[in-house]
Antibody, heavy 124, light 110 residues
Framework: QVQLQQWGAGLLKPSETLSLTCAVY????????WSWIRQPPGKGLEWIGE???????NYNPSLKSRVTISVDTSKNQFSLKLSSVTAADTAVYYC??????????????????WGQGTLVTVSS | SSELTQDPAVSVALGQTVRITCQGD??????ASWYQQKPGQAPVLVIY???NRPSGIPDRFSGSSSGNTASLTITGAQAEDEADYYC?????????????FGGGTKLTVL
């Protein structure tokens, strides 16, 4: 059973860079997209971006200028960096595996499993 | 538009059936997936694709789709189903391929 375990700094000052890492245990690293999703306190989920094992990325256009997602296939890990953080970046950050396939019905994808989440607070 | 729209809150009597909907143009091209989130916990996948349930998800959860609307139906809602529910899809508008979530629906079981 695949498990994701994430870690990183939980308290940042404005203008600093958020850095989180997610390790994948118990499954293949290839054939999926490895994703970051965040949730501000009391609000909904926001997709940040994703990467596959070969390093191909997709980013949320609203965050693209500040986001870098990278992968270390030797360690089955992927990482998120978000630069120039502000209070608006305060959120629980989740890593998740995105699986997908095509069939006669169309394109099907889903996020499963998810990491445990990391609360990142930006405050001066 | 790359948005997915959900009703903010829905309630259902214990044991009754409830439908949670998600609307958006991207749903004409991509299937939705649905997530249940309880307070303080990470989201959990409950439905993906046409109507697929991961192992461990009760069969009272089902999904459907028509046009620009995806639906999650809980048949015989239980107290433990009280949670926030989010839909997700892909969006390829504006030359960007990205994920998009609905705003979430808070389900209350009365």
């Amino acid at each position: 059973q695949v498990q994701l375990q994430q870690w990183g700094a939980g308290l940042l000052k404005p203008s600093e860079t958020l850095s989180l890492t997610c390790a994948v245990y118990g499954g293949s690293f290839s054939g999926y997209y490895w994703s970051w999703i965040r949730q501000p306190p009391g609000k909904g989920l926001e997709w940040i971006g994703e990467i596959n094992h070969s390093g191909s990325t997709n980013y949320n256009p609203s965050l693209k200028s500040r986001v870098t997602i990278s992968v270390d296939t030797s360690k089955n890990q992927f990482s998120l960096k978000l630069s120039s953080v502000t209070a608006a970046d305060t959120a629980v950050y989740y890593c998740a595996r995105r699986d997908y396939y095509y069939d006669s019905s169309g394109y099907i994808n889903w996020f499963d499993p998810w990491g445990q989440g990391t609360l990142v607070t930006v405050s001066s | 538009s790359s948005e997915l729209t959900q009703d903010p809150a829905v309630s259902v009597a214990l044991g009754q059936t409830v439908r949670i909907t998600c609307q958006g143009d991207s749903l004409r091209s991509y299937y939705a997936s649905w997530y249940q989130q309880k307070p303080g916990q990470a989201p959990v996948l409950v439905i993906y694709g046409k109507n697929n349930r991961p192992s461990g998800i009760p069969d009272r959860f089902s999904g459907s789709s028509s046009g620009n609307t995806a639906s999650l139906t809980i048949t015989g809602a239980q107290a433990e189903d009280e949670a926030d529910y989010y839909c997700n899809s892909r969006d390829s508008s504006g030359n960007h391929l990205k994920g998009v979530f609905g705003g979430g629906t808070k389900l209350t079981v009365l």
